[in-house]
């Protein structure tokens, strides 16, 4: 196995194994790809377990898998997978119908979608490797149905709430209550995403959206750490205050290692990079602390509790990477990998869903698989003249 190093001038890990670094015109051999392709992705383009039900599918992990195999180049498997999540999560019409969160086999046995609603981050991850498969690609059919969905997001995931502005909801049925208390996932939102978005849709409401991300993470307590879930209440007309989310209080934990690992992969030269690093190092000193992550945190107290999975650290690569750690980030990137590696060598059993896709995102990243541009412009190795084997 190639020993990596970590290298913040290069701003990558470098391959110290020879030939890492391949002739002009090969196409990326992408194995972290591969292994989760074949052991989450049917033939059909569905992804398994990517719910806490067994065989059963999200569209967030149809999402994620998207945008990884438009990083991987895989042509094929990108069509399959839209193709699948556009016939059985949107009706087929995603200019009319968000995709479905939840699908999989009912109590009378049936194959179908089991929770209308929509997950706002899976449907912006959607919009986002379509538009960038057209783009890379030369796909309008993608492009097409990219912008129908970004309408009905805007229709049906984003409002204004007083004090605050254009707000993206998690979903449209569900995050909003009686006393005017409205429920906002800081995970959702990944900036390079909305960067992108804004240009594609300079009209629509992105930018601001970009804005709260640093506003989100301060607001949820002073202690530097992301919380899960944030509440927001109108106290009038025109203004409003942030406060503990009425059903998953004060914890950050599964959702809020999303917030660092976007974080950490957005272009330093994003004019919210260096606040929203800032505005986390909650999470730096509780790591450097013990060498791992923690599993949970309180956001108002700063206490923390538990070892995280490996998940986490996989994550958190990019994250210390852009913060100039490199000794967190490389023992984090150790953590991760090894989990990869045994399993794949059939050392251990197989990692959960969750924890391969974080690691799928900070590893790729951290290897130079793929980055973000200050216009949220995916860069994937393939597009260059040069490529990459990742092992």
């Given at each position: 196995?190639?020993?990596?190093?970590?290298?913040?001038?290069?701003?990558?890990?470098?391959?110290?194994?020879?030939?890492?670094?391949?002739?002009?015109?090969?196409?990326?051999?992408?194995?972290?790809?591969?292994?989760?392709?074949?052991?989450?992705?049917?033939?059909?383009?569905?992804?398994?377990?990517?719910?806490?039900?067994?065989?059963?599918?999200?569209?967030?992990?149809?999402?994620?898998?998207?945008?990884?195999?438009?990083?991987?180049?895989?042509?094929?498997?990108?069509?399959?997978?839209?193709?699948?999540?556009?016939?059985?999560?949107?009706?087929?019409?995603?200019?009319?119908?968000?995709?479905?969160?939840?699908?999989?086999?009912?109590?009378?046995?049936?194959?179908?979608?089991?929770?209308?609603?929509?997950?706002?981050?899976a449907d912006l991850w959607f919009v986002y490797a379509l538009l960038e498969a057209d783009r890379l690609w030369g796909r309008p059919a993608y492009k097409a149905d990219a912008l129908g969905l970004l309408e009905q997001v805007k229709k049906q995931e984003v409002t204004n709430l007083p004090g605050l502005g254009a707000v993206l909801l998690p979903g449209p049925i569900g995050f909003s209550h009686i006393g005017h208390l409205w429920r906002i996932n800081p995970s959702y939102q990944p900036l390079p995403l909305l960067r992108?978005?804004?240009?594609?849709?300079?009209?629509?409401?992105?930018?601001?959206?970009?804005?709260?991300?640093?506003?989100?993470?301060?607001?949820?307590?002073?202690?530097?750490?992301?919380?899960?879930?944030?509440?927001?209440?109108?106290?009038?007309?025109?203004?409003?205050?942030?406060?503990?989310?009425?059903?998953?209080?004060?914890?950050?934990?599964?959702?809020?290692?999303?917030?660092?690992?976007?974080?950490?992969?957005?272009?330093?030269?994003?004019?919210?990079?260096?606040?929203?690093?800032?505005?986390?190092?909650?999470?730096?000193?509780?790591?450097?602390?013990?060498?791992?992550?923690?599993?949970?945190?309180?956001?108002?107290?700063?206490?923390?509790?538990?070892?995280?999975?490996?998940?986490?650290?996989?994550?958190?690569?990019?994250?210390?990477?852009?913060?100039?750690?490199?000794?967190?980030?490389?023992?984090?990137?150790?953590?991760?990998?090894?989990?990869?590696?045994?399993?794949?060598?059939?050392?251990?059993?197989?990692?959960?869903?969750?924890?391969?896709?974080?690691?799928?995102?900070?590893?790729?990243?951290?290897?130079?698989?793929?980055?973000?541009?200050?216009?949220?412009?995916?860069?994937?190795?393939?597009?260059?003249?040069?490529?990459?084997?990742?092992?």
């Amino acid at each position: 196995m190639a020993r990596r190093l970590l290298s913040l001038c290069a701003g990558a890990l470098l391959f110290a194994a020879s030939g890492a670094l391949q002739a002009a015109g090969c196409a990326v051999e992408w194995a972290h790809w591969q292994h989760f392709a074949t052991r989450w992705i049917q033939p059909d383009g569905r992804v398994l377990e990517s719910s806490l039900e067994k065989n059963h599918t999200t569209s967030e992990g149809q999402s994620y898998a998207l945008f990884f195999a438009l990083v991987a180049n895989d042509r094929e498997r990108f069509d399959r997978i839209w193709r699948w999540s556009r016939e059985n999560l949107a009706g087929n019409d995603p200019h009319s119908i968000l995709p479905a969160w939840h699908w999989g086999q009912g109590k009378d046995g049936r194959w179908q979608v089991q929770d209308a609603n929509s997950a706002s981050d899976a449907d912006l991850w959607f919009v986002y490797a379509l538009l960038e498969a057209d783009r890379l690609w030369g796909r309008p059919a993608y492009k097409a149905d990219a912008l129908g969905l970004l309408e009905q997001v805007k229709k049906q995931e984003v409002t204004n709430l007083p004090g605050l502005g254009a707000v993206l909801l998690p979903g449209p049925i569900g995050f909003s209550h009686i006393g005017h208390l409205w429920r906002i996932n800081p995970s959702y939102q990944p900036l390079p995403l909305l960067r992108r978005l804004a240009a594609v849709d300079p009209g629509g409401p992105w930018k601001d959206i970009a804005g709260q991300t640093v506003t989100l993470v301060r607001e949820s307590g002073s202690h530097g750490f992301a919380a899960d879930w944030v509440g927001y209440r109108a106290v009038s007309e025109t203004a409003g205050l942030f406060t503990s989310d009425p059903m998953k209080g004060d914890t950050g934990s599964y959702d809020a290692i999303r917030v660092y690992l976007w974080a950490g992969m957005t272009d330093p030269r994003d004019p919210l990079a260096a606040d929203l690093l800032d505005s986390l190092s909650g999470m730096a000193r509780a790591t450097a602390s013990t060498g791992l992550p923690p599993e949970k945190v309180d956001v108002r107290t700063g206490t923390v509790e538990g070892h995280s999975p490996t998940g986490f650290s996989g994550a958190l690569v990019p994250f210390f990477m852009a913060r100039k750690q490199p000794w967190l980030a490389e023992l984090q990137y150790q953590r991760a990998n090894e989990a990869l590696v045994q399993w794949q060598a059939g050392a251990a059993a197989p990692p959960l869903y969750y924890d391969y896709m974080l690691s799928m995102f900070g590893l790729g990243w951290a290897d130079n698989i793929y980055r973000f541009d200050e216009d949220g412009r995916l860069q994937p190795y393939w597009e260059s003249s040069c490529s990459i084997i990742a092992r």
